[in-house]
């Protein structure tokens, strides 16, 4: 029997009312024990539940019983220890306690619930992003990714952190390479930072990419595939970002647990096969790993490139050839009978192919060649050869001296100087420094130290081998030196460091010398400092004073006994640097030169 239609819909009605009814006693019940919790009332949320029950109804009074009740005043209590401890314990106190509550907040944090109350809106709370304005509490953040690396809402607080502009914070952050939006942000700041970079702070710079880059393989890709594509768009004029690069690989091999990795990444990203038949992956994989150019690698690899050339075919990509890792073990082979009388009996078949490769690596850029520059390239190759043939193996110096018209030609050219440079490394270290032992006398200059510092200013990016052939100079102990010799050559060796801090190398060259102070006389340190100083006027960067200090206050006592022109210089330079340290040895030198009592003269 059908229902009538006026009572069908007064049933309705009272369905409808009583559902009313109901969402307003669930409004009211959730509000309520939200009212109940641990201090609701100084919860953020506890105004919006407020407006939700009264307009579901609630009363007032009900509010204010709950708010009351369940109020502990546990965060007022938490202010009143803390005024109470550094009254009786001095402000040192305070990174003590924010690390105490830093720890209760790792230790109770939980990553379900913060996931869910950021995916309903979104968004991060107001009282996080408060919290992330301070370094303080973005560090608990920091701890709570490396151990919820998988948590959405703390990648949100590192991508806010990131938007505020603190990556710098993030560069030592293992989990940092898991957040992709996070690390991107990281990366371009740090290669926007290494792009103005000079000698002085490179190094830092590096350091930083390097923290950044270098924890996970997923990353080192990326970064090695936009140092890639960079430079197949820039073409020759990318030679400065093969540092970046190389840099890069050589911390992954020497660092990482798995050295062939970097191999084959580089392999890949030159467009062959790792692991698989391609004969110029397999012959590149076998130089790096062994850092030796196996005849058998340089055939393989002679064949691709030279035959690709000759036939006129696609020519296979350059940029694994211009490797550090495979272009010094073909360099060391092809040359190193300059050097080593082990290396002087190859065949000339293999000597040929050896310098072909390092020619065709030094100038081409892998594309399809003119005729122009296929003359180039036929013009370095007999050069290579010319320059093998004609310079004389472990020369005396009538010898060496008649070489350098040709010796100043040749370094005109990159590769070339790189191989002069290696050259005289072993004119000056054969049989224990002999050269020296042999031709250094007084004062004036070895012919090989000054050639270096032609290379230095004419090739920049060889500043760091022309240092280290520097340093070893510096570093020698000649069989027979007198110590008054040992010293007139190793300020021989400071004049020309001191040139190198003029060709923007200030930086390697400061921290070297700030790092073996302890070992090196004091009055060789006096004569740095004055060396180095007579070049430059103030005001002086902080990258430059900073370890000028350090090694003026080590050689202080060598400075008061030092000659007049030396203190005088340091003198003027301390005065010119606005530190508390610099005014401080300036004040000392004062003193001494005040108290000193002036000889009679009669």
């Known amino acids: 029997m059908a229902t009538p239609a006026s009572e069908s819909n007064g049933s309705n009605v009272t369905n409808t009312a009583n559902n009313a009814v109901e969402r307003r006693e669930s409004i009211q019940e959730e509000s309520k024990n939200e009212f109940s919790k641990l201090d609701a009332i100084m919860e953020p949320t506890t105004g919006t539940f407020v407006e939700q029950y009264l307009g579901a109804g609630g009363a007032p009074f009900n509010i204010m019983n709950l708010l009351t009740a369940s109020y502990e005043g546990k965060a007022a209590m938490a202010n009143m220890v803390c005024r109470d401890i550094t009254d009786a314990c001095g402000a040192g106190t305070k990174p003590a306690m924010l690390e105490a509550v830093s720890r209760l907040i790792v230790g109770s944090f939980d990553a379900q619930k913060a996931d869910d109350e950021y995916s309903k809106t979104s968004q991060l709370p107001e009282y996080v992003e408060a919290m992330l304005a301070h370094q303080d509490w973005r560090k608990v953040i920091y701890r709570l990714s490396e151990r919820y690396p998988s948590s959405t809402m703390i990648s949100a607080a590192l991508q806010h952190i990131a938007d505020q502009g603190?990556?710098?914070e993030m560069t030592s952050l293992n989990s940092a390479a898991l957040h992709t939006h996070v690390f991107y942000s990281l990366l371009v700041e740090c290669f926007e930072k290494i792009s103005p970079a000079n000698e002085e702070n490179i190094e830092a710079r590096m350091e930083e990419l390097l923290g950044t880059v270098c924890r996970r393989e997923q990353t080192y890709l990326v970064a090695q595939y936009v140092l890639r594509n960079v430079q197949d768009r820039l073409g020759i004029k990318a030679v400065g970002l093969q540092r970046i690069e190389q840099r890069l690989e050589a911390y992954m091999l020497d660092n990482y647990n798995r050295p062939l990795l970097p191999i084959h990444i580089q392999v890949l990203l030159s467009g062959f096969v790792a692991g698989g038949d391609d004969k110029i992956a397999n012959a590149v994989a076998s130089i790096i790993q062994g850092a030796y150019a196996a005849p058998g690698d340089v055939i393989a690899l002679y064949n691709a490139y030279y035959g690709a050339l000759a036939g006129g075919r696609s020519m296979p990509p350059v940029h694994i050839l211009r490797s550090e890792y495979v272009l010094k073990p073909i360099l060391e082979q092809a040359f190193?009978?300059?050097?080593?009388?082990?290396?002087?009996?190859?065949?000339?078949?293999l000597v040929s192919k050896l310098i072909w490769l390092m020619a065709y690596a030094s100038l081409c850029t892998g594309g399809t060649m003119s005729d122009e520059e296929k003359e180039?390239?036929?013009?370095?190759?007999?050069?290579m050869k010319t320059m093998r043939e004609e310079l004389p193996f472990h020369p005396i110096q009538t010898h060496l001296y008649r070489a350098i018209p040709k010796v100043l030609r040749w370094i005109n050219v990159p590769v070339l100087a790189r191989v002069v440079l290696l050259w005289i490394q072993d004119v000056i270290t054969f049989d224990s420094f002999t050269y020296y032992n042999?031709?250094?006398?007084?004062?004036?200059?070895?012919?090989?130290?000054?050639?270096?510092?032609?290379?230095?200013?004419?090739?920049?990016?060889?500043?760091?081998l022309v240092f280290a052939a520097y340093k070893g100079s510096f570093e020698s102990r000649v069989p027979g030196f007198p110590p008054e010799r040992q010293l007139r050559l190793q300020k021989v060796v400071i004049n020309r460091l001191a040139v190198l801090v003029q060709l923007d190398y200030a930086g390697p060259v400061l921290n070297y010398f700030e790092s073996v102070m302890d070992s090196v006389d004091k009055t060789v340190m006096v004569y740095f400092l004055y060396r180095t100083l007579i070049q430059f006027e103030g005001p002086y960067p902080a990258q430059f004073y900073t370890p000028m200090l350090e090694i003026t206050e080590h050689a202080l006592d060598g400075i008061k006994v030092a000659k007049e022109k030396e203190k005088e210089c340091i003198c003027e330079f301390l005065g010119a640097v606005d530190s508390e340290k610099a005014r401080s040895l300036l004040a000392s030198l004062s003193v001494e030169t005040a108290t000193t009592t002036p000889l009679a003269i009669d």
């Open 166 to 168: 603190h990556q710098a």
């Open 336 to 349: 190193g009978c300059l050097w080593s009388t082990e290396l002087q009996n190859q065949r000339p078949e």
């Open 438 to 464: 042999m031709y250094f006398q007084s004062s004036e200059v070895p012919v090989p130290l000054l050639l270096l510092e032609e290379i230095a200013y004419r090739h920049p990016l060889l500043k760091p």
């Open 376 to 383: 180039q390239l036929q013009g370095l190759v007999l050069q």
